[in-house]
């Protein structure tokens, strides 16, 4: 079991704290009549998805030999417009730089991520079309 805490703090905002006692707060959108002062759960959302496959395929890399120097990655989802605004799409585009990065090996790490290891996207991809992009500079 992963427990996360939330309490909350005042306004439309919480506060999360997780079993290491790591805490991050959350807020809604000014737009949707919060303060903005952080990151929606929705934004949460997507980081997560991006950063778990992020971890995911920068140890493969290292476990291939491949010399990577940058790693960025863009994720961008689309909703519904009715509630439940859940996500009908996401994209996730990643941006690499490395010594000589083999484009396959490159495609192979991220197909391992996004097939077998990210827990993130497997949770949503039921509900979800996930697409990819790779770019290598």
């Not at 959302?45 to 493969?60: E, K, T, Y």
Request: charged share 25%.
């Amino acid at each position: 079991m992963l427990p996360v805490t939330l309490e909350w703090i005042g306004a439309k905002q919480f506060e999360a704290t997780n079993i290491e006692d790591v805490k991050f707060r959350m807020d809604v959108k000014k737009k949707g009549g919060g303060a903005g002062l952080y990151a929606s759960p929705t934004d949460h959302l997507l980081a997560a998805v991006g950063a778990c496959s992020g971890i995911d395929v920068v140890a493969i890399l290292d476990k291939m030999r491949q010399e990577l120097k940058s790693l960025r990655i863009d994720v961008v989802g689309e909703q519904v417009e009715e509630n439940p605004k859940y996500f009908k799409a996401i994209k996730i585009t990643y941006i690499l730089s490395g010594v000589d990065l083999d484009r396959s090996k490159v495609e192979q790490a991220i197909t391992l991520s996004q097939d077998k290891y990210c827990s993130v996207r497997a949770t949503l991809s039921d509900k979800c079309v996930i697409t990819t992009e790779i770019i290598l500079s």
